[in-house]
């Protein structure tokens, strides 16, 4: 029969468990992208190269048709998600492998038989599954993340990795080739919105700011769930 891979991510230190009736492959650090020479190339967090064993602050080097290949060019970046630690804007870029590691949130391959979907439900509840689908979490609709250059990347919204099991602000750490990571005001996270019922005219939802986390959760970001099919 055929096998189907998820990757989990635990926006966590700790490495999260793989669906029922999966087995895991391997567990790993979770990567949402790249950026090199002002070039973006991201990862689908629902899929294995989003979830890499080894944490380096940059993992991948910068080849020339020389012969010549360096690592850790300082304008090169890498992407990761984080974890509930907080930001400090203000605070100085870490450059501590003790004091990073603590902000990388954890992930998990799983493989298994079960064809896997997420499906979003543009409210503040989660939508039920498909008939002949199992719930395997429920979460916040994930679309993409940008930095302050013009790079960035998204995700596909039937990938398990567009629907995150929580909802942080920022949800991602840069880290740069200097040696240094940190979070940054100018890099941006986007979220399916909520489409709520209303009776005034025009579209909802234009020029709304939403201030506060209550008010993001309860009137902005959509609601997703993880599905397993029960049968082949």
């Known amino acids: ?51 890499l064993e080894d944490f ?72 039920a599954c498909p008939a002949d689908f199992s719930e395997i979490w429920t979460g916040y609709s994930y679309v993409m993340v940008t930095s302050s250059s013009t790079s960035g990347g998204g995700q596909d919204l039937s990938s398990a990795g567009s629907c995150l099991e929580n909802f942080f602000l920022p949800t991602f750490i840069e880290c740069l080739g200097r040696g240094t990571c940190s979070y940054y005001i100018n890099n941006l996270d986007y979220w399916l919105a909520q489409n709520q019922e209303t009776n005034q005219p025009g579209m909802w939802g234009m020029g709304n700011v939403y201030s506060g986390l209550n008010d993001i959760l309860n009137q902005g970001v959509s609601r997703c769930v993880v599905c397993a099919r029960n049968s082949l």
């Open 1 to 51: 029969c055929d096998t189907h891979v998820v990757t989990r991510h635990s926006q966590s230190v700790d490495t999260p468990d793989c669906p029922a009736e999966f087995t895991s492959l391997w567990s790993g650090y979770s990567l949402v992208f790249f950026e090199g020479n002002g070039y973006g190339l991201s990862q689908d967090l629902g899929d294995a190269g989003s979830c």
């Open 56 to 127: 380096q602050l940059l993992p991948f080097m910068q080849c020339s048709a020389s012969d010549v290949c360096r690592h850790g060019v300082r304008t090169d970046k890498s992407f990761w998600l984080g974890t509930n630690q907080g930001a400090d804007f203000a605070s100085k870029p870490m450059n501590n492998i003790d004091e990073i590691l603590p902000h990388i949130s954890r992930c998990r391959v799983c493989m298994g038989t079960k064809y896997i979907i997420a499906r979003h439900s543009f409210k503040a509840t989660a939508p």
